[in-house]
């Protein structure tokens, strides 16, 4: 429909299309990403105990749409921030059986960090996102905690750059056959770059009574 919309002689109706397609998505977005993030730790286990998420799509919904409201209007500036909110509600929703994950992040850390990438767009040719993406990544990690243990993300720009630039020849070449080993280096980076540090007794985690759902 958006397609033969843009085909057809109408500017009004060019416009509308456009403007559904985008609000269609802005307006499904929340559900992908709780609906996502959910079954993905529905369908996670650490030594035969499941984790799970307490996220609501209705609740973040509200929310979402409230930091993406404060984004648009200062042109992106609410963008750490934002991020970061979107974080921390999904992080502090997990669970490791009946134990929960905590997030102690701050927008304003990254906000710096952002400033510094605008600037630096143009000069960079557009790799400096990059660099911003994995110093993000690093906050968000360094300020989710379990018990008395913190993680700590060793992911740097460069990294992303050669994954993110490897992958696509990978993908595009075999015609799309290369897919599956894209996202398994992708995950294996993740988990690569990934550590606990502290104190952690696995042995008080009980497995939560409600059956794992999508």
């Known amino acids: 429909g958006f397609f033969l919309a843009t085909l057809s002689g109408s500017e009004a109706l060019k416009v509308g299309a456009v403007l559904f397609i ?72 997990v669970r490791y059986g009946d134990q929960p994950f905590r997030y102690d992040g701050a927008g304003k850390d990254l906000f710096g960090a952002y400033l510094a990438m605008l600037f630096l767009l143009l000069p960079t040719l557009y790799m400096i996102p990059f ?16 018990g008395g243990a913190r993680f700590e993300c060793f992911v740097r720009g460069c990294q992303l750059l050669w994954l993110t630039f490897s992958n696509i020849l ?32 696995l042995s008080t985690v009980r497995q939560l009574v409600a059956p794992a759902t999508a």
């Open 22 to 93: 985008y609000l269609g998505f802005f307006a499904v977005l929340p559900f992908i990403i709780v609906g996502a993030f959910r079954y993905k730790l529905s369908r996670t286990s650490l030594r035969g105990i499941r984790f799970s998420s307490t996220a609501r799509v209705g609740e973040f919904s509200k929310l979402y749409f409230k930091w993406l409201c404060f984004t648009i209007i200062p042109l992106g500036l609410y963008s750490p921030w934002m991020l970061n909110h979107t974080a921390g509600y999904l992080r502090r929703s």
């Open 131 to 146: 660099w911003y993406i994995a110093r993000q990544e690093r906050h968000f990690w360094q300020h989710t905690t379990f």
């Open 170 to 201: 990978l993908v595009i070449f075999p015609l799309v056959i290369g897919y599956p080993w894209a996202l398994i280096r992708k995950l294996r980076l993740q988990c690569e770059t990934l550590s606990l540090y502290g104190a952690i007794d």
